[in-house]
T-cell receptor, first 114, second 112 residues
Framework: GAVVSQHPSRVICKSGTSVKIECRSL??????MFWYRQFPKKSLMLMAT?????????EQGVEKDKFLINHASLTLSTLTVTSAHPEDSSFYIC??????????FGQGTRLTVV | DAKTTQPPSMDCAEGRAANLPCNHS???????VYWYRQIHSQGPQYIIH???NNETNEMASLIITEDRKSSTLILPHATLRDTAVYYC?????????????FGKGTLLTVNP
């Protein structure tokens, strides 16, 4: 099946700094990718829809200025957590697909803000 | 998308079949039933999906009742590596350009 690669798998950063997470589709082109967040023992919550060549669509309650999404090409979407704080510590996951097939998920990124 | 209801947890003996139920009584005629699973600290993995007919692939079988108000995911010979949270999701559109709404899922624990 299609492969979505997410990097890094783990990152620890200091409070107040920014962190960029990459999500690549390795063997297909994705016009749409999704970013999810998952807190411990909770389900995945959709944060935003990333659209190639246009602005991302954010879910209610997600700060667009804090979680910057860039989808400049059909194979790469990035999520930047700006001015990270400990409450932003979470598991971030991206997904994408080939449109008419099921979605494939990245391996996830464990962000710890200290 | 229609809401789904799943038991919070289930246990299964290794080598036996695991039958995971899902209720989706408000499903509409053009909504698909999808199953994903998430092994601890990994991204979700697609398992199977169906609209009306039962489906089978190398991972599992999906049995959808005739009225489509419930379904069962069957792992025919569960292994320890099948321990995961299983999510049943109902969605309007097939395809990956439509968002997935995850519920709480069922934690399946396969015991030796």
């Amino acid at each position: 099946g299609a492969v979505v690669s997410q990097h890094p798998s783990r990152v620890i950063c200091k409070s107040g700094t920014s962190v960029k997470i990459e999500c690549r589709s390795l063997d297909f082109q994705a016009t749409t990718m999704f970013w999810y967040r998952q807190f411990p023992k909770k389900s995945l919550m959709l944060m935003a829809t990333s659209n190639e060549g246009s602005k991302a669509t954010y879910e209610q309650g997600v700060e667009k200025d804090k979680f910057l999404i860039n989808h400049a090409s059909l194979t790469l979407s990035t999520l930047t957590v700006t001015s990270a704080h400990p409450e932003d510590s979470s598991f971030y996951i991206c997904s994408g697909g080939q449109g008419d097939t099921e979605a494939f998920f990245g391996q996830g990124t464990r962000l710890t803000v200290v | 998308d229609a809401k789904t209801t799943q038991p919070p947890s289930m246990d299964c003996a290794e080598g036996r079949a695991a039958n995971l139920p899902c209720n989706h009584s408000t499903i509409s005629g053009n909504e698909y039933v999808y199953w994903y699973r998430q092994i601890h600290s990994q991204g979700p993995q697609y398992i199977i999906h169906g609209l009306k007919n039962n489906e089978t692939n190398e991972m599992a079988s999906l049995i959808i009742t005739e009225d489509r108000k419930s379904s069962t995911l069957i792992l025919p010979h569960a292994t320890l590596r099948d321990t995961a949270v299983y999510y049943c999701i109902v969605r309007h559109s097939g395809g990956s350009n439509y968002k997935l709404t995850f519920g709480k899922g069922t934690l399946l624990t396969v015991n030796p």
